[in-house]
């Protein structure tokens, strides 16, 4: 995330990509100790008796509040602590958008193309379709911010100042795909049995749709904004054949393909653009 703010930069700032890391590893593995460990029982005891004890609340708060949020904590811990931007300004950053309409238009593109995808391939969960937009608002900010100030507005920039692309972008989603592995192991997760190569190639096209995203826009939230679509569609489709399949169809293949084409072309038109307008 660019720091727009005069400060002085101090001898931590050229290490952010580091700090974060480092932060990401250690939330994620403190989460792990207590949901997967310590708190596992009561989330398995719900799942199979609908019972709500106060292991499991616990277990549902610190997923909601700590775990899903750990790129965000982590790039707040960097403002707060290490960079000194405050809490003010990194909202900002991550709010800021320089160009209103092409950021709607491109976000809005590649949430067009998923919701496409969703009706071609996928399958109703019988959910009424005003859970759509409700669980659209919801995950704007508890997945969408949650996880993109992270992934996009940080590592992904840095990434970029240090290896080519579609190097960094390679390397983004290795690191996403391997900070969501836990719930694959989670038996009460939504996850739990998936195919994990087809989770793998999901996470794999997104990279390089939110790359392309954020390339075209620079903005974080319009990267939330289209994790948080794509996340919403669960919410009245069954989300998990519908994007974990795996080898699936010879359709919804060539599909992922054009989407995947969709994302490189952009992020090759925005670099073009972006040189030809360099000093």
Known sequence: MKDTTTSKPNRFHSN????????????????????DVLLLPYSIEHSETGKMTAGYFLYAAIGLLF?????????LIISLFI??????????????TENKLK???????????????????????????????????IMIPFVG??????W???????????????????????IWFV?????????????????????????????FAMAAIYKSTKSVIACAMYHAFIDAIGAVYDWNALFDGFPGSVSTNVYRV????AGVVLWLIADKRERHTAP
Request: some cysteine; aromatic content about 18%.
């Open 67 to 75: 775990s899903t949020p750990t790129p965000f904590i982590a790039v």
């Open 103 to 137: 950021t709607i238009l491109i976000t809005g593109g590649f949430c067009l193309l998923a919701l496409v995808y969703a009706l071609l391939f996928g399958t109703p969960n019988g959910s009424p379709w005003y859970m759509f937009p409700l669980g659209f608002l």
């Open 258 to 261: 054009v989407w995947l084409a």
């Open 145 to 150: 911010i949650a996880e993109e100030t992270g």
């Open 152 to 174: 996009r507005g940080l590592l992904q920039p840095e990434l970029d100042k240090r290896m080519s692309y579609p190097f960094s972008v390679l390397l983004t989603a290795a």
């Open 179 to 207: 900070w969501h592995f836990s719930v694959f192991i989670d038996p009460t997760s939504n996850h739990y049995g998936d195919s994990i190569i087809g989770f793998g190639i999901t996470i794999f096209i997104w990279a």
């Open 16 to 35: 952010r990509l580091w700090w974060y890391l480092l932060l990401v590893i250690l939330l994620t593995a403190f989460c792990y100790v207590i949901l």
């Open 83 to 96: 960079e000194r931007i405050g809490i003010r300004q990194m909202f900002r950053n991550i709010f800021r």
